[in-house]
């Protein structure tokens, strides 16, 4: 039986420390501590989970597995509702979930487009405007094609994109986001150029590659494996540093010559100024799930992923580090922020 996260924490902290947590939420308590507790019945009002993207894509899959998991195996109490508000490249989804500073009843999911994006874009909101809570999966890109294309292996690509640049159409999610970063890097080591066409979302970038709109897109594992299975689909490489289990006969990017990798993150983050319990709180909740076996077989194993839990701290260590790498890339790249 899978065990609830503690509401209780027995942790030992410095005076020093104690006194500042009970004057940062002086003004949401009426105790004379100042502190504000996490109520026992937490939580007691259902949680609207937010997906900035478009149902379909793989960070929909992932919050509705998150939902689905905790409801199955009894982690958390209470319904966790799964809100897709979609738009921008995911602006509209973070621009709702900042603009609840304070929300404990309110989640979003986080990529790697959360760090990235704002780098590139001018965007209202990065990472630093939400509360970390945990990251959960890294995930490495597949370069896909439709089952018909006359692209059969990745050198046939490129040898396409470098001999007509700009004529290869190359579907993705942003620019600034993963798919983007790939691409800019596999251009820049292949001296090649695609043409590159922005979705709001995985899904619809796997509509318009199955309908033949464009000729090839990279794609989370989790967002297309129906698709591999079924045969629409043909993956031509992999962008990690190592093929996949699942996939054995994928070779890698930098098998076949070119300098690339790229990983994902998954997570999830809270609105600005969430209760520092109750991101502790949803940090065990998930940690408890992560380690469940239909989360590690129905989500990790099934869609390709690697197991990747870090807590708030860490995630936010993490997250910090990440943008420091992005910029140098980007510099590289001459990718500048659009004003």
């Known amino acids: 039986m899978t065990t609830k996260p503690s509401l209780l924490r ?23 501590a100042g502190a504000w507790q996490l109520p ?21 899959n992932f919050a509705r597995m998150i939902a689905s998991v905790m409801e199955k195996e009894g982690i958390v109490d209470g319904a966790i509702n ?71 292996t990745i050198d046939d690509l490129m040898k396409a994109a470098k001999a007509n640049p700009d004529d290869v159409s190359w579907g993705g999610t942003g620019l600034g986001g993963e798919d983007s970063l790939l691409l800019g890097q596999l251009e ?35 967002e297309v494996i129906g698709q591999l299975e079924a ?17 054995p006969d994928v070779p890698t990017l930098q098998e076949k010559g070119f300098d690339v990798l790229y990983q994902q993150d ?13 991101a502790q709180f949803w940090a065990d909740a998930l940690k408890t799930m992560s380690e469940t076996e239909t989360w590690k077989t129905e989500y990790l194993d099934k869609n390709m992923l690697n197991d990747a ?16 790498k992005t910029k140098a890339l980007l510099d590289e790249m001459g990718f500048t922020a659009e004003s």
């Open 188 to 222: 820049q080591a292949s001296d090649s150029s695609f043409n590159y066409i922005s979705f709001e979302s995985g899904g619809e970038v796997q509509v318009a590659l199955l309908g033949g709109h464009i000729d090839v897109a990279s794609a989370n594992p989790n």
């Open 82 to 152: 799964v809100v897709n508000r979609e738009g921008g490249s995911g602006s509209i989804g973070q621009a709702y979930v900042a603009s609840k500073e304070g929300d404990n009843y309110t989640l979003m999911t986080m990529t790697s487009g959360l760090v990235t994006e704002p780098l590139v874009l001018d965007l209202e909101h990065n990472w630093e405007d939400f509360t970390p809570i945990a990251r959960l999966a890294a995930d490495q890109l597949l370069i896909v094609v439709k089952a018909d294309s006359s692209y059969k």
């Open 266 to 278: 998954r997570g999830v983050v809270g609105p600005p100024g969430m209760d520092p319990e109750v």
């Open 10 to 32: 027995n942790w030992v902290m410095p005076l020093v420390a104690l006194l500042a947590v009970g004057m940062a939420f002086t003004g949401r308590s009426g105790s004379a």
């Open 231 to 247: 045969g629409e689909l043909v993956p031509l490489a992999v962008a990690g540093d190592k093929r996949l289990e699942q996939l």
């Open 309 to 324: 839990y870090l807590g708030p701290e860490d995630f936010a260590k993490h997250m910090a580090e990440q943008t420091e």
């Open 40 to 60: 026992d019945n937490y939580p007691d009002q259902p949680i609207e989970f937010v997906v900035q993207y478009a149902p379909g894509g793989g960070s929909d």
